[in-house]
């Protein structure tokens, strides 16, 4: 039987020149103007599952057809064009999607090269637009896993609301295709990786980066709450960097756009808020507890509530078991913003502009980095 949730619908999509980065090189014109263009594919239709195939057979599969057309490697070097014809290269690309609404996108399209991650419903490869040469991440979701777990409905609504919101620290969706097999995501690059794995790398961030990436996801999120959507699951592995080093938020899969309280208990254990482990309503008041376990785990190391058991980590989170390690040494201000923000009553967490004129945030914070 077809599957109901992908049935033809006007879903306009948006390429803002300024948050652009093409091969390497950040786009700095004068067009501020963003320009608003049609869906890169109107309607993404029901399907039928063909073929039996697993997760490894799929993306070999990508890179078989792929090398059969003969496709260069993305990772050799190259010359970088100079800007004018990078710029030229994006005008005529989005011309082309402003022109023709109706343009289906294929694998044909791109150029695949090498794998950037995998995850529980697919892979994620570096791609090239074969005519502009623009560089995007193309994440690669396999049907049948998303109909084995029925997440038919909160990948759709991860997509939607991933799709409208155009801001500096937000990973943009450009644009989506399907087979029969794999849905296409047409995501922008952010070449820096996880921040996840640098905070593994270093162990913890000094307060000038802690502060930065803070002040990043605060006017983010602010954008977010603003178009009414809660993020829910906001972590480090969740979050990218470009190669400027600016902090990209990356995954909308918990993600909902509602006015009105959330009964799901949904995001990652370490950061829960108390309203969500106790089963609780709970509102855009989870991400600015998040913020807090951030903050704290940028500085520390890990999650402030992070114990053996799950059951430990939940009786944490009820009591706010919050405690500040001796060793490394963390200023008296940075202390104070997480306190006023693991706060378990919701209604008296520091909000969201007041993160920004906390006395820790204005001393540290880099502005050309955030």
């Known amino acids: 039987m077809e599957s109901e949730w992908f049935k033809p619908k006007h879903w306009l999509r948006c390429l803002d020149l300024e948050s652009l980065d093409l091969m390497g090189f950040p ?19 029901s399907w039928k599952s063909e073929l039996d195939l697993n997760e490894g057979e799929e993306a070999g599969k990508i890179q078989r057809e792929t090398l059969a057309v003969g496709a260069p490697s993305i990772s050799s070097p190259e010359r970088r064009p100079i800007l004018s014809l990078l710029v030229a290269n994006q005008v005529k690309m989005i011309s082309q999607s402003e022109g023709n609404s109706k ?18 419903f697919g892979r994620v490869y570096l ?49 989506w295709f399907h087979d029969s097999q794999r849905i296409f995501l047409i995501l922008e690059y952010a070449n820096g990786g996880e921040l996840y794995n640098q905070l593994r790398k270093h162990g913890h ?24 959507v809660i993020h829910r699951d906001i972590k480090p592995e ?16 918990w993600s909902v756009q509602s006015r009105s309280k959330r009964h799901t208990m949904c995001g990652t254990l370490d950061y829960l808020a108390p309203e969500m482990v106790e089963n609780k309503a709970h509102d855009y008041a989870v991400d600015n507890w998040t913020l807090g376990i951030l903050c704290y785990e940028f500085l ?60 820790w945030i204005v001393k540290n914070a880099n502005p050309s980095k955030k």
């Open 27 to 45: 786009l700095v014109i004068g067009l501020r103007k963003s320009l608003e263009v049609s869906t890169l594919l109107t309607s993404l239709c």
């Open 205 to 228: 961030f000094t307060e000038e980066q802690a502060a930065t990436y803070i002040a990043s996801l605060t006017t983010a999120l602010a954008y977010c709450h603003q178009k009414h």
């Open 103 to 120: 343009r289906k996108w294929s694998i044909q399209d791109f150029e695949i090269g090498k794998p950037l991650g995998k995850g529980k």
């Open 127 to 175: 791609a090239r637009e074969v005519k502009s040469k623009y560089m995007v991440a193309l994440k690669i979701i396999f049907k049948e896993q998303v109909e084995k777990y029925r997440i038919q409905h909160q990948l759709r609504r991860e997509m939607e609301i991933q799709a409208s919101l155009r801001h500096p620290n937000i990973l943009r969706l450009h644009g």
């Open 300 to 359: 520390y190391g890990a999650p402030p509530f992070e114990s053996e058991s799950q059951s430990d980590t939940f009786k944490r989170i009820m009591k706010v078991d919050l405690s500040f390690p001796s060793t490394p040494n963390v200023s008296t201000d940075a202390k104070n913003l997480i306190s006023r923000l693991l706060v378990k009553d919701s209604s008296k967490r520091l909000s969201l502009e007041k993160i920004m004129e906390h006395p």
């Open 238 to 253: 969740n979050l990218l960097l470009d190669h400027e080093g600016r902090l990209k938020i990356a995954d909308f899969g």
